[in-house]
């Protein structure tokens, strides 16, 4: 069997255009390390999808912050990567958007037939509006929207819940908290048959990165910081994760999805890790301890991202920059998901899971 | 709503019965510690399962090594409990069933109404038999079957998911592996949208805790041996344990679920760490590293139960009792689930997660 085309059920006419059945028809607004790698992710697990289960997800448009190119029929990865390196745009492409202005963005998501908007464009945090806009406008419009920008959940996500339920389509956000690190997946699978008492996690890696050089190097704060930026962990502005801001977007989509808790950003009592003390990790190291950049949740109400100590040696005490997460259940007690918070590749995994999930949650031929 | 007495679809005759829309009905073998907690569970979660999903399963039949008990309408666990307290088997309360011989399970399962067998007696690997008829009677005569009895599937695991296919229902095993700590379900997940290329594990709370007793306290094997029976983590006899048997019987199980893979406990080569020598954990300690009872496989035809060593303070590097699985992503990199692997409440835990996916997955009413 093509994937690339599938058997029609008997070429069907709706208003004189032959119906093709699209597989999952993608628009993908973003083309940064995280778009590109589910571009190519695509291509490359078509045919196994098509094979397994029926599925084989096409992008018939894409959106960067220069251009977009947009084809019915579905985009080829290669040229929009081409174009991409060459133009710094998927405008460049040949089936790019002549006259295309940034603000366009919502309003081809809305004209454009597709199954699924896929929102992977940088999560700034100081201005949700944009990406904001592009899920309203997938969702409004009866797309399934699924979500690697953290920015509008943050502020928003009990409102986009709503949107999304009101148009009974889905919001799927695997991506936002571990990267292909199942973090919401298991939480689901963990509340089935036990109940999610607390949740306590490392969801920042530049964060851990610097503490745990502080902690096992003993340097100081602006030394670890200087490590990581130099590592390509942390940006040269790393205020959105010192100051707390990337955890508390993720502690705010985690306590709305594991415990249909209806918060934002703003009810996050955030304190950051800026200038912390190398005295203060070093005490805690001769307590056995490891201070660690920390959102909490509960049933009992806390809702809180701040430093805090983990036992050193236990499955908390994670090195580097990888992330864990820790469900304290009523019945089953500790359970510890560790693994890599962040990366292109890895994000673009997290996004054809979703598509995957969306696919075998949704009726279909 | 009153969970015992569901609304009923117009009291439907058929056959001169009144039928009741039973909302899933439960045959449960094996009354120790993990039966008595799933016992307790069901009842303590009926009523939010009902409300949440409309699930609310019934206890119709339960059996021991010593009696029975029958109910078409519902066996009450506080009743169950008190005539195993006082009299050792289930057979000893108000609705046992006069004249029961041990060797009538299997007949027992094939000739009461029910929906799901959940097969919890302990896994005895040296006499698979036993559970083995009572899961073929389950799925020969059309029940779904939760098996937390690791025995049958590590002899036969692709013949009975055969034999589940066949008869078009469900064969569960999530207990099995981690106890509470859902490993299958994360495996799943991950699959979905990613490849896993290799599995490694620790998968025995006894045997991790004599090597962490080794390693960090400087014990011989049979100073930590003596330790682990003291605080009821070994069994007197702890062969199944230190000779790598029960390791493997989870290693066939994630396999073959895992991967596909159609094995069984005969295609993996085991190795144990029976007087495994302090010298040689000592020397991993010098090295940086820590001696596990690893079971490990991969797409790479891997199929091993063995000592091996893991970096020290990595995720893998657990304390204690507890265990912990790492799976290598193509692309996610390294996932790492850590949790306790054991326990009556958490296995009983197990077992209702694995009824609500056959409730989620099947048609009904």
Same mark, same amino acid.
């Given at each position: 069997?093509?994937?690339?085309?599938?058997?029609?059920?008997?070429?069907?006419?709706?208003?004189?255009?032959?119906?093709?059945?699209?597989?999952?028809?993608?628009?993908?607004?973003?083309?940064?390390?995280?778009?590109?790698?589910?571009?190519?992710?695509?291509?490359?697990?078509?045919?196994?999808?098509?094979?397994?289960?029926?599925?084989?997800?096409?992008?018939?448009?894409?959106?960067?912050?220069?251009?977009?190119?947009?084809?019915?029929?579905?985009?080829?990865?290669?040229?929009?990567?081409?174009?991409?390196?060459?133009?710094?745009?998927?405008?460049?492409?040949?089936?790019?958007?002549?006259?295309?202005?940034?603000?366009?963005?919502?309003?081809?998501?809305?004209?454009?037939?597709?199954?699924?908007?896929?929102?992977?464009?940088?999560?700034?945090?100081?201005?949700?509006?944009?990406?904001?806009?592009?899920?309203?406008?997938?969702?409004?419009?009866?797309?399934?929207?699924?979500?690697?920008?953290?920015?509008?959940?943050?502020?928003?996500?009990?409102?986009?819940?709503?949107?999304?339920?009101?148009?009974?389509?889905?919001?799927?956000?695997?991506?936002?908290?571990?990267?292909?690190?199942?973090?919401?997946?298991?939480?689901?699978?963990?509340?089935?048959?036990?109940?999610?008492?607390?949740?306590?996690?490392?969801?920042?890696?530049?964060?851990?990165?610097?503490?745990?050089?502080?902690?096992?190097?003993?340097?100081?704060?602006?030394?670890?910081?200087?490590?990581?930026?130099?590592?390509?962990?942390?940006?040269?502005?790393?205020?959105?994760?010192?100051?707390?801001?990337?955890?508390?977007?993720?502690?705010?989509?985690?306590?709305?999805?594991?415990? =249909?808790?209806?918060?934002?950003?703003?009810?996050?009592?955030?304190?950051?890790?800026?200038?912390?003390?190398?005295?203060?990790?070093?005490?805690?190291?001769?307590?056995?301890?490891?201070?660690?950049?920390? =959102?909490?949740?509960?049933?009992?109400?806390?809702?809180?991202?701040?430093?805090?100590?983990?036992?050193?040696?236990?499955?908390?005490?994670?090195?580097?920059?990888?992330?864990?997460?820790?469900?304290?259940?009523?019945?089953?007690?500790?359970?510890?998901?560790?693994?890599?918070?962040?990366?292109?590749?890895?994000?673009?995994?997290?996004?054809?899971?979703?598509?995957?999930?969306?696919?075998?949650?949704?009726?279909?031929?």
């Amino acid at each position: 069997v093509n994937p690339d085309n599938p058997p029609r059920p008997g070429g069907l006419f709706l208003g004189g255009t032959a119906y093709t059945p699209a597989r999952m028809r993608v628009i993908l607004v973003g083309f940064g390390s995280v778009g590109q790698a589910f571009a190519r992710l695509v291509e490359q697990r078509r045919e196994s999808l098509y094979a397994a289960m029926g599925l084989s997800p096409r992008l018939v448009a894409v959106a960067d912050t220069r251009g977009a190119a947009v084809a019915p029929g579905g985009l080829s990865a290669d040229e929009l990567l081409a174009a991409k390196a060459s133009a710094g745009t998927v405008g460049a492409s040949a089936r790019g958007v002549p006259g295309w202005q940034p603000g366009d963005t919502a309003a081809l998501i809305r004209e454009t037939q597709a199954d699924v908007v896929v929102e992977a464009s940088p999560s700034v945090m100081a201005n949700p509006a944009p990406a904001m806009a592009n899920l309203m406008s997938a969702l409004g419009s009866r797309k399934h929207a699924v979500s690697v920008n953290k920015a509008p959940l943050a502020v928003a996500m009990p409102a986009l819940l709503e949107l999304a339920r009101y148009n009974r389509v889905q919001l799927r956000f695997s991506g936002t908290v571990g990267a292909g690190t199942p973090v919401l997946a298991t939480a689901r699978t963990l509340a089935q048959g036990d109940r999610i008492l607390r949740v306590r996690a490392i969801l920042n890696g530049t964060t851990n990165f610097i503490l745990w050089r502080m902690s096992e190097q003993g340097e100081a704060y602006h030394a670890a910081l200087a490590e990581a930026v130099r590592l390509g962990y942390a940006e040269t502005d790393p205020s959105a994760d010192v100051d707390g801001i990337d955890t508390c977007s993720k502690v705010v989509i985690l306590a709305n999805a594991v415990l =249909g808790r209806r918060v934002t950003a703003g009810d996050v009592r955030v304190e950051g890790i800026r200038d912390i003390a190398l005295e203060r990790v070093r005490a805690a190291r001769e307590r056995g301890a490891s201070v660690k950049m920390l =959102g909490e949740f509960g049933v009992d109400g806390t809702l809180r991202v701040a430093p805090g100590e983990v036992p050193s040696r236990g499955p908390m005490d994670v090195p580097a920059n990888l992330n864990a997460v820790q469900f304290t259940m009523e019945t089953a007690g500790e359970v510890t998901l560790v693994g890599r918070g962040a990366g292109g590749p890895e994000t673009g995994a997290a996004i054809l899971r979703d598509l995957v999930d969306v696919w075998n949650t949704t009726p279909h031929a």
